[in-house]
């Protein structure tokens, strides 16, 4: 099985964490003063539109990351299903939506290329019209499948579509139909080179309060320093920080030159990235994963990571001793520099070659991996959003250029697991689901009764 190899799993790990240079770009607020100007309507339009942007000079330029997400192979969008215990008010959400999410520069910002600049693409500031932002479907009160199908087709509808360019690159459905786990479901979707998934969480975060106390933010677990260790321990700490950085950096070079995981079930075909998604969750208790966790001295990203092993194993009939795996490999990965050295090479490469030749090279780890898994922390308490209780939230991506991708993602006592597929190579991807939480609940049983 392909997560039999710590480079399976760790490299996939650490391209989310070299996407962080989108975060960065997310961050950045805009450093020149804006000037009004008037754009010049297209034939048959009525008027012009009234936008604030820069002089050409001062167009805030995309970042080498947010620029290599625009390319075939790599151009990727992220979604999020964000399950409310109410009936969703549109209009609420639109006024609130003026005074939060558009006050960030880049979801009032055009995506502009400039054919004179070489094809250099640079933010443009502009007016947005909610209502092309906003989308509300009219739900059929006779629906031929179940609702949970139904939310579960239209977001794999979405994945088949792209965002137009003469808008800011998002946009937001809102469906007023009851599933199983949720009274309405709102979705939304939004291209990867606004921001990377901790950067969206935290603007998502920004967005809601919580549910027990209407006035204040939300908040989510703070990570603990490891303690330093003293003496030759932290010579050897050093050494071991040093070679592992060397090992690791030399199997990344040889994964762009030629080096990649063993072909498995689970591998798409050469164009896997452009295919539409099927995108599916489930929710297990966060207390049982804290449960394990504790039990077995490792971290939550260690349990799920194990979790996954499993669950996969079972369902290409495999076996391993599933936890202590993974936490061997996660804490060989965390006793390294490989993420920032590869952080920074995805930085300079683009520069140094260009977006096209950059955009392979930096391509070639992520597409010679066989699964990608994120872990991203969820807020400790139930919130709202714009007065709509949630309950759950569930983001992925689509446009990557594998098979599947596996997102966890916390949220008060639970822990979402969100599964985004191509369905030609996981035609069954309820049943995967179905092995992932039958392995669950064996290394729960079987913690619980060594206790």
Known sequence: MVEARHLSISLLL???????????????GLKH?????????????EKG???????????????????????????????????????????VVKANLVHSLLKHPRFFSLQVMEEEKGGEMKWVPTKVDLEKHVIVP??????????????????????????DFSKPLWDLHLLNVKTSDAEAVAVFRIHHSLGDG??????????????????????????????????SGKWWKAFRLVWNTIIDVLMVIATVLFLKDRDTPLRGPPNVGSTGRRIIHRTISLEDVVMIKNAMST?????????????L???????YD???????????????????????????????????????????VPSRTAIWFSNVVGPQEEIAFFGHPIAYIAPSCFGQPNALMIHVVSYADKMNIILSVDESTVPDPHQLFDELEESFNLIKNAVMARD
């Open 49 to 91: 539109m009234v936008v604030k942007r820069h002089d050409q000079e001062d167009h805030q330029p995309l970042s080498p990351m947010a620029r290599l997400f625009h390319e075939p192979d790599c151009n990727l969008y992220v979604i999020a299903m964000i399950g409310s215990k109410t009936r969703i008010d549109p209009d």
């Open 313 to 319: 194993s079972r369902y290409l009939n495999r076996r």
């Open 322 to 364: 599933y936890i202590q795996k993974a936490k061997e490999a996660m804490d060989r990965k965390k006793a390294s520099l490989e993420a920032l050295y590869i952080h920074s090479m995805a930085k300079s490469i683009p520069n140094l070659f260009g977006t096209k030749t950059g955009s392979v090279l930096c391509l070639k």
């Open 138 to 163: 009219d739900m059929c009160s006779d629906m031929e499948t179940s609702s949970d199908k139904y939310v579960e087709d239209y977001i794999c509808n979405l994945t088949k579509t792209t965002l």
């Open 198 to 231: 901790t950067s969206l969480m935290s603007l998502l975060l920004a967005c809601t309060r919580k549910a027990s106390d209407p006035t204040a933010l939300p908040s989510v677990p703070m990570m603990k320093k490891p303690k330093s260790s003293a003496g």
């Open 33 to 45: 003063a804006l000037k009004p100007i008037r754009i010049v309507p297209k034939e048959g339009d």
């Open 299 to 311: 971290t939550v990203n260690d349990v799920m990571v194990g979790i996954t092993q499993a669950g």
């Open 14 to 28: 650490l391209f989310f964490i070299l996407k962080s240079a989108s975060t960065m770009e997310t961050l950045e």
